[in-house]
């Protein structure tokens, strides 16, 4: 099943993870230090949650998780056949799992990922995976209080 992923910075994880949990009815799926991520069956949506009071903006990034790599090379071919320039990760470690995934930036900036989960993985207490559309390469730790940009 796809389902839409919204990725949010939120000032207070465990304030944030109690109102999306009744918004909701449904508890996380995944809940570490600082993140959580819930797998809602109604409306089917994935929503992730970054403590990062510093960002500038609440939205982090938006994507479509897939159930397959596949799919996501599907959607990358598809996409460049398009005129769409993408940035292709494959068997990365972010967030708390290991994804394959393709990123494209909407006409305004907006960064959209199409993403497959290969396995859950643990991270290094406030190291977080931030990704710039624009070069995808780029990967760097940050630590705790440390301006995320975006992370998968």
Not at 96 to 120: C, F, H, N, R, S
Not at 134 to 140: G, K, L, S
Request: with cysteine; proline share 7%.
């Amino acid at each position: 099943m796809s389902r839409v992923q919204l990725a949010l910075n939120v000032s207070d994880i465990d304030k944030a993870v109690d109102f999306y949990s009744k918004l909701f009815a449904t508890t996380p799926a995944k809940r570490r230090p600082g993140y959580a991520n819930f797998a809602v069956a109604d409306p089917p949506l994935k929503l992730v949650l970054i403590e990062n009071a510093a960002a500038d903006g609440r939205l982090n990034h938006l994507g479509v998780e897939v159930p397959t790599t596949d799919e996501v090379t599907a959607a990358d071919e598809r996409l460049k056949h398009d005129g769409v320039d993408t940035s292709t990760e494959d068997n990365v470690t972010c967030c708390y799992a290991v994804q394959d995934k393709v990123w494209v930036d909407d006409p305004d900036g907006a960064p959209w990922e199409i993403y497959t989960v290969l396995a859950d993985a643990e991270m290094p207490a406030g190291q977080l995976r931030t990704v710039e559309p624009e070069d995808a390469t780029a990967c760097c730790s940050v630590t705790p209080g440390a301006d995320v940009a975006r992370c998968c």
